[in-house]
C-alpha cells in the first residue's frame, strides 16, 4: 500500500487547513486511517485515527480544532484543522492500519506561523 499525503503549508495562527492522503491498493474501505505528527525536535505523536467504521478519535491537544474523516470512494482520508496554533506546526504522517498490515505516507510539513 502506498500513501501520499498533500496540503501542508504555511498558516497564520487561528488559520485552517485541510490535510489530505491518498492511498493506492484494495484494503483502504477495511483498514483504520491515522494521522500523526512530529515536531522539530520532539517524538512522532498520534493525532488522530477514523476506523473502517467511521468511528473516530482524537489526541486531547487537537480535540475540538481538528477534524478526521474518509471518502472511500476516492481511497483518501482527511484531516481538517481549524484555529491553528504555533504548536501545531510538525510534519504530518498518515498511515494505514489494517491488522499486522501498516504503512506510512512521506508527510506534509504544517507550518503555524505570523
Known amino acids: 500500500v502506498q500513501l501520499q499525503a498533500s496540503g501542508g503549508g504555511l498558516v497564520q495562527p487561528g488559520g485552517s487547513l485541510r490535510l489530505s492522503c491518498a492511498a493506492s491498493?484494495?484494503?483502504?474501505?477495511?483498514?483504520?486511517m491515522e494521522w500523526h505528527r512530529q515536531a522539530p525536535g520532539k517524538q512522532r505523536e498520534w493525532v488522530a485515527t477514523?476506523?473502517?467504521?467511521?468511528?473516530?478519535n482524537y489526541a486531547d491537544s487537537v480535540k475540538g480544532r481538528f477534524t478526521i474523516s474518509r471518502d472511500n470512494t476516492k481511497n483518501t482520508v482527511y484531516l481538517q484543522m481549524s484555529n491553528l496554533r504555533p504548536e501545531d506546526t510538525a510534519v504530518y504522517y498518515c498511515?494505514?492500519?489494517?491488522?499486522?498490515?501498516?504503512?506510512w505516507g512521506q508527510g506534509t510539513l504544517v507550518t503555524v506561523s505570523s
Open positions: 491498493g484494495s484494503i483502504f474501505r477495511r483498514s483504520a
Open positions: 498511515r494505514i492500519v489494517l491488522g499486522t498490515i501498516s504503512s
Open positions: 477514523v476506523a473502517s467504521a467511521g468511528t473516530t
